[in-house]
């Protein structure tokens, strides 16, 4: 599991928009915030409010990326449906959420199942976590995310 202080380690994500990005490098901060499936009400309302606030983010020289383990092809549709401006990644292989430790065990009506955790890290422009977020709730999430990124601009 990737903690603040850590460095993240060489991996590529592809986004939604064709753009690929070595986390460990991204040259700009980044936020990355993991989510468990496109089209779900809380998955939605955490996608519209990044969107809401995405250009607060690129103003402030932020990049923000959303990660799911949903298709690419879901993504678009995702993308489309809801006008989202936030550029999303496919993590089918789990190697970025195995990587950050957000594909844990979860329950639900006494069901263990795995499950992407709601979580969201600041990433420096060195690959270094400047903040992490874990079980994160989304009401007023994506507001504090970018107070903290403009603090750490």
Known sequence: MIGEGDTVPAIVATA??????????????????????????ACTREAQDFTALASDFANAGVTVLGVSRD???????????????????????G???DA??????????GRKYMGMERATYLIGADGRVLKAWRKVKVPGHAQEVLEA?????
């Not at 753009?19 to 980044?30: A, I, Q, T, V």
């Not at 950050?100 to 009506?109: A, E, L, N, R």
């Not at 990124?149 to 601009?153: F, I, R, T, V, W």
């Open 95 to 97: 190697r970025i959420s």
């Open 16 to 41: 939604s928009n064709g753009s690929s990005l070595d986390l460990s490098s991204p040259g700009r901060p980044l936020v990355l915030y993991f989510y468990p499936k496109d089209d779900t009400s």
């Open 100 to 109: 950050f430790g957000t594909w844990v065990q979860k329950s639900m009506y």
């Open 149 to 153: 990124a403009k603090a750490a601009a």
């Open 71 to 93: 298709p690419m092809k879901k993504h678009e549709k995702f993308i489309d449906k809801y006008a989202l401006e936030v550029p999303l990644v496919s993590d089918e292989d």
